[in-house]
Every structure is written in C-alpha cells, then in structure tokens.
C-alpha cells in the first residue's frame, strides 16, 4: 500500500487521461499524483522530488525517456495505453518498462501493477541506501582518525608541554587501536632502561610497567630494530617476556634514524587483535610524540643559550641596546640602563626614541646607515663621553654599543694641553734660531757648503715651525678657544683662497677649476678656521697632484645644508689609508719622498669641520684623483635676510 510520501509523476498529453488516471486510480490509493508539463525542467523535478514512478503514455519523446533512464536508472517507468495487444506490451517491457496498464485492464489488476513498481522501488532504494552505508562507514572512520590525528599534529606546533602531548598521543592510540590500554616509554642514555612517560588505560588501571630493561625484552628488541611488533594470541604465549596480554602493538620513536623510545597498545582481556591499519595510526602518532620530544629539546637547548646570552649582555660593562628593524627597543642592558638613566621598565617593543632620551644618540640613530656605521661620541648629562658603535645585523636590526671613554677623552686633553705648553716655548728659540741662521751670512763670507748647511738648518727650523704653528691651531681649535663666530658668505673667501693658490697652481702648470653655485648659504661660523680648511684642502690638492693636472672647488647648496668639494686629478689615497688619514701625523705610504708635510693639516680640517657642526668624508682612487666632501649646516632662515646680494 502507498504511503502519504508516495508521489507518482505522469507525463501523458491527454487531460482527459490524465484526470481519469489521477481520480480512478492513484489519489484514491493514496499516491500522490503530480501532472508534468511538457515544459517542466524533468531532471531538477526528479532530483528534487524523487517521485517512487513515473507514468507515461506514447506521447512521451523516447529520447526523454532514454535520458530520464540514464539519469535516474532506479525509478520504475510505467507505460499506459488505451489499448495494447500482447506483441505490443511485450515491447515495452523490452523497451524497459516495469509495468504496462490499459484503458481495459480491471482497475484492481491495474492498481496492483503499481503497488508492484512502486514497492520494488522502495526496496531497491533501501538496498542502495544499506549498500552505501556499508561502504562509507570505514571511510567515515578513516576521516575520524584522519581528523583525529591532525587535531593531534596541530596541538604540537602549538603547544610547548611535552608532558600534555605524549599524554594526548597515548590516549589517542588508545582510542584509535580500540586497546584496552596503551603507553608511551623513553629511553634512558645512562641506565639503558624504558621509563614509563605517559600512560592510558580505558578502565582506569594502574599500569603495571615503570621502568622496563632493554635487554632481552620485547621492548628492547623494538629499539634495538627500529621495526614494529604487531603479535595476537599464540605468537605471543611463546615470548616469555612478554607480559600477560593478547594483543598489542609497539612502535619505535625515531629521531633522526635513532630509537629514543616506543609506543605501544595492549589487549588484556578482550580477543580484539589489531590490523595493518592500526599499526600505520600508531607509527603516525609516534612520529607526532618523536617531533613533541625534539622540539623540546630544541626549545630548551635555545632557551638555555638564550639565558646564557642574556646574562652575557646583562653583565658587560659596556652599554648595549638591540633595536629590531623599525628600531623598536628588543634589549637594553643593565649598563646601560643606567647610563642613560633609564628609569621606564616597559621600553620593550616602543620606538626607541619613545625610549632614550639623549639627543646625540636619538640624533645618531636618524641618520643614513653610512653616516651611523662610522660610529660617534655621544655626552651624558654628568659630562662623561661614550663611544658610540652601530651594527646593522641582517633579521634582527640594529646593535648599539656604548663604550665610556671619559677619561680616554680627559687624557687626550692633557696631552694636548701638553703638547700646546710645550709647543708655544719651543717658538721663541726657533724664532731666534731662524734670525740668527741669517745673521750668520751677514757677519762674515761663507764658503758654498757652510751656504748649503745653513739653508737646511733654516729648510728644518721652518719645518718645526710649521708643525708647532699646525699643533697649536690643533690645540686651539680642540679645546674650543675659537669661540668667535659669525655669519658668513663663503663665495668671496672661497675666491680670495682660490686666487692666492693660483701661483702654487700655475707653477706646476695646474689648471685650477672654481665652480661657486650662486645659491651657496650662508654659514655661520669663524672666518679664519674656515679659510684655513679651505686652504688646507686646497693645498693638499695642489700638493699631491702631478703637474700639468687638473683639480678645483666646488660649492652647492642641497637641503639646507653647505656642500663643499675640493677635488682633484691627482695621486689619490690606497683604499686601506683611507680612514686614517685624518689622525694625527698620518702620512699615507704612496707620497713621492720629496713632497713634505707634517700629517696634521687634515686633523686640523677635520677639527674645523666638527667645531661647525659638519662632517668630512674622502673619496679617492689611486693613481685617478681624490675628491674631499664637506657639508656644513646652513644658517637659521631667520638670518638668511642679512645675506649680502
Ligand atoms: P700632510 O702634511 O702630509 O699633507 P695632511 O694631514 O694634510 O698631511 O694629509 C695627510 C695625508 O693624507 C697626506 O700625507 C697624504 O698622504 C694624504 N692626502 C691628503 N690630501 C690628499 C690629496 N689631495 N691627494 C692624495 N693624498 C692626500
């Protein structure tokens, strides 16, 4: 008998059939009948509706019917007619309809042609449906244990507590293997025993195993074969270490093709012996506790040299501070925490300069990395000078060291103080030297050798003034007596130097280029330091280029700042002396042996330079040319008025 679900579909052309069909036959037997229009999309009605059969008459287009076949190759065709002979209804049963009913057929025996179709239907569909079932119930649980064990993986990488995570891969063993019980044993270097790490037991149990000797055991003989053990029943009654169970499982924990340690379920109560499959999840989740234990160890020998390193930068007496590459504060040690009078606790993480406070550093730390690399002195508010290094460390940013060095610094004074003493009495007995040397022609004839002597005795005691002249400006400049200082146009002094050098020039046949940019700020700054920079560097220029060479001044303005060049075409600088050429008395190894010096006229410009708040750089090639760079800060705007037109 149909039930109220039941619908059955019709695609006859005919009202009249349709109607009869519908009001004689099905409605009152409970179907549900449902009229399709030659219209309607069939195979989205089927698919949604799922009708237990459908009747149609000869009206119904065979490659419909053939696709409607295809498609839905369960549900019952029934083929009606008026008339049919037996030749004809056999036909369509070959043509593959279940049921053929007539005009003439007794309503009852029609009737029960449907109930036929429409039953076989029904146990066809639930076949299908048991059918189906049976297969995708295993696939069910593989995703379960699939969805199980990523779960698992995951926790991992998330979590740091190995304890929480072998217990995790235990209890997932269990439940995966449906064991009875199940543990989790490492391997101790020393003792060469098992010890129990993590254990489950699905009624509770206490497990028996703590510690289990390697030797001679079936625990032992997974490590010492790296291989898993899967035995059930008789194979185990045979293996006198093996301790009252009737299945089980071990799997080794591999590290690095070492076994550190062995997974392992047991039946001992139940016959449930465990398959393939069972062995495959178990060697998945020992590898899942293998990698728990190594990223351990791993996090542990980290923090281990983490804490070591901590306590190194905490401890050194320097000052060191670690920004990351948007210089944000990463570190910043004791030492100099308390140079830098650091009081906040939470600088971690800020911009550093939410964090410091001292200008020179913030100032340092704002520049390009070419000008920071070269390291600076920054001063503390109780007058102590550091020495300030900065390292730019690929993936982690930049690395700050703070070295005191006062009294560095204070010795430095002393000595120049010294040198300035020393140096200023040694003038008034050259002075005399010099003035008697020429006396000496005028008193009495010389022979041409005693003419020679006393030209280099005074060749020397020029050479000493000149040093002593270069050590006290040296010595001036540097303790700050140059106190005086104004606004001043460059342009005029740079021609006025320019032309007194144009004889040096010309004697060595020199072509001396001066390019002065109109727009050249103002400086403010002492005119006399100033010209001796220039004529300094000019000099130098003149000096160290062969004759008949090329070599000039140059003058720009370029974001509010002075930019001066002295270039030339001359020796040039090997690349190693460089950054020595502007210390004290250093003279560089290429210089043609007769060209003098004293080796502080670059000590002196650096001086001047840094008196004036600005910065001196060299580039040079040797044997093509050098050219000095120095930029000055151009004066306030506000004094930019009073520039002479
Ligand atoms: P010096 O009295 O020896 O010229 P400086 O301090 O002026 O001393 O220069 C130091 C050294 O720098 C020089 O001895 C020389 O080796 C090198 N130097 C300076 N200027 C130039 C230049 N324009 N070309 C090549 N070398 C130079």
């Not at 069939?42 to 237990?52: G, I, N």
């Not at 270069?470 to 005029?492: Q, S, T, V």
């Not at 046949?509 to 010209?531: A, F, H, K």
């Not at 001044?553 to 020796?571: A, E, F, Y």
């Amino acid at each position: 008998m149909a039930t109220s679900t039941n619908r059955i579909a019709l695609l006859i052309e005919d009202d009249s059939i349709a109607d009869w069909l519908t009001m004689r036959f099905l409605q009152p037997a409970g179907y549900q009948a449902e009229r399709l229009s030659p219209g309607t999309d069939l195979k989205a009605y089927f698919q949604l509706c799922s009708p237990s059969a459908l009747i149609v008459d000869s009206s119904a287009p065979a490659e419909i019917l053939h696709s409607l076949a295809e498609d839905f190759p369960l549900l019952p065709l029934i083929y009606y007619a008026s008339s049919l002979s037996t030749e004809e209804a056999l036909q369509r049963y070959q043509e593959g309809f279940q049921a053929v009913i007539t005009a003439q057929d007794a309503p009852r025996k029609a009737l029960a042609a449907i109930h036929r179709v429409v039953a076989r239907h029904e146990s066809w569909q639930r076949w299908v449906r048991l059918d189906r079932k049976r297969h995708t119930q295993p696939l069910e649980r593989h995703i379960k244990d699939l969805e199980r064990l990523h779960r698992i993986g995951g926790k991992i990488s998330a979590s740091l507590s190995t304890d929480q995570v072998l217990r995790e891969v235990v209890v997932a063993a269990v439940e995966l293997t449906g064991a009875e019980e199940g543990n989790l044993m490492l391997l101790e270097e020393e003792s060469g025993n098992l010890l129990l790490r993590a254990a489950h037991s699905v009624e509770d149990r206490k497990t028996s195993l703590l510690c289990v000797p390697v030797y001679d055991t079936l625990l032992g003989e997974v490590i010492a074969t790296k291989r898993a053990i899967n035995l059930s029943g008789s194979e185990l009654t045979k293996i006198k270490t093996a301790f009252l169970v009737r299945a089980l499982i071990y799997v080794p924990l591999l590290i690095q093709e070492k076994a550190i340690g062995v997974l392992g379920v047991y039946n001992r109560e139940g016959v449930h012996t465990f398959s393939d499959y069972h062995q495959k999840l178990l060697e998945t989740l020992a590898d899942y506790a293998a990698i728990a234990i190594q990223n351990a160890k791993y996090y542990t020998a980290s923090e281990r040299e983490r804490q070591k390193l901590y306590a190194i930068l905490t401890h050194v007496r320097d000052g060191v501070i670690v920004l990351d590459e948007e210089q944000r504060v990463l570190l910043i040690n004791e030492a100099c925490r308390q140079a830098l009078n650091i009081k906040a606790e939470d600088y971690l993480g800020k911009p550093v300069d939410q964090v410091l406070f001292n200008s020179d550093l913030v100032l340092m730390l704002k520049q390009p990395p070419l000008r920071w690399m070269k390291g600076g002195e920054i001063r503390l508010e109780d007058g102590r000078i550091l020495d300030c290094q900065v390292s730019s460390i690929a993936g982690v940013g930049l690395v700050v060291t703070l070295h005191d060095i006062t009294h560095l610094k204070e010795l430095d004074r002393a000595k120049s103080e010294f040198v300035s003493a020393v140096s200023h009495d040694l003038r008034s007995p050259l002075t005399a030297i010099l003035g008697y040397t020429e006396l000496i022609a005028k008193v009495g004839p010389l022979n041409e050798r005693q003419q020679e002597f006393i030209k280099r005795v005074q060749a020397s005691v020029r050479g000493i003034t000149a040093l002593i002249a270069d050590l006290l400006d040296l010595g001036r400049i540097e303790a700050g007596m140059d106190a005086h200082k104004e606004l001043i146009d460059l342009r005029p002094l740079l021609h006025q130097v320019a032309g007194s050098y144009q004889t040096s020039a010309t004697a060595k046949d020199q072509q001396l280029e001066i390019d002065i940019s109109p727009d050249t700020p103002l400086v403010w700054g002492s005119p006399v330091r100033l010209e001796q920079m220039i004529a300094n560097l000019l000099s130098n220029a003149i000096k160290y280029t062969p004759r008949g060479g090329k070599l000039g001044i140059r003058t720009w303005s370029q974001s509010g700042q002075l930019i001066l060049q002295v270039w030339d075409k001359g020796i040039g600088i090997p690349p190693a002396e460089q950054p020595y050429i502007f210390d004290k008395f250093y003279r560089a190894s290429n210089l043609p042996e007769d060209i003098g010096g004293t080796g502080l006229g670059l000590t002196i410009v650096k001086s001047i330079v840094e008196d004036h708040q600005g910065r001196i750089w060299v580039e040079s090639t040797l044997g093509e040319g050098t050219t000095f760079t120095v930029v000055l800060p151009a004066a306030e705007p506000e004094n930019l008025q009073k520039r002479p037109k």
